[in-house]
């Protein structure tokens, strides 16, 4: 059985931990979702399958930050290239 908690996480730490700033300078992200379609011929079910992505996008910049894609599924165009 696989532990889906998230870990426990104190106000103390928070407080010494760093905040994650776009490269634009912007310190507050969305929660957005990208669609990403698999065709029928590439799908298990042989069926056309839309994926929901969940992505963090920068409010100042709307470009989508790297920590929201570490497998490189998202193009180049709508992300961030550092932060």
């Given at each position: 059985?696989?532990?889906?908690?998230?870990?426990?996480?104190?106000?103390?730490?928070?407080?010494?931990?760093?905040?994650?700033?776009?490269?634009c300078?912007?310190?507050?992200?969305?929660?957005?979702?990208?669609?990403?379609?698999?065709?029928?011929?590439?799908?298990?079910?042989?069926?056309?399958?839309?994926?929901?992505?969940?992505?963090?996008?920068?409010?100042?910049?709307?470009?989508?930050?790297?920590?929201?894609?570490?497998?490189?599924?998202?193009?180049?165009?709508?992300?961030?290239?550092?932060?």
């Open positions: 059985m696989q532990n889906n908690q998230k870990p426990q996480i104190s106000a103390a730490q928070l407080v010494d931990a760093k905040i994650m700033e776009c490269r300078g912007g310190r507050i992200f969305d929660s957005k979702l990208v669609i990403k379609q698999i065709s029928a011929i590439m799908s298990p079910t042989s069926n056309p399958l839309d994926v929901p992505i969940q992505v963090l996008v920068c409010s100042n910049c709307g470009k989508i930050s790297p920590m929201s894609d570490p497998e490189n599924l998202l193009p180049a165009d709508i992300k961030s290239e550092k932060i």
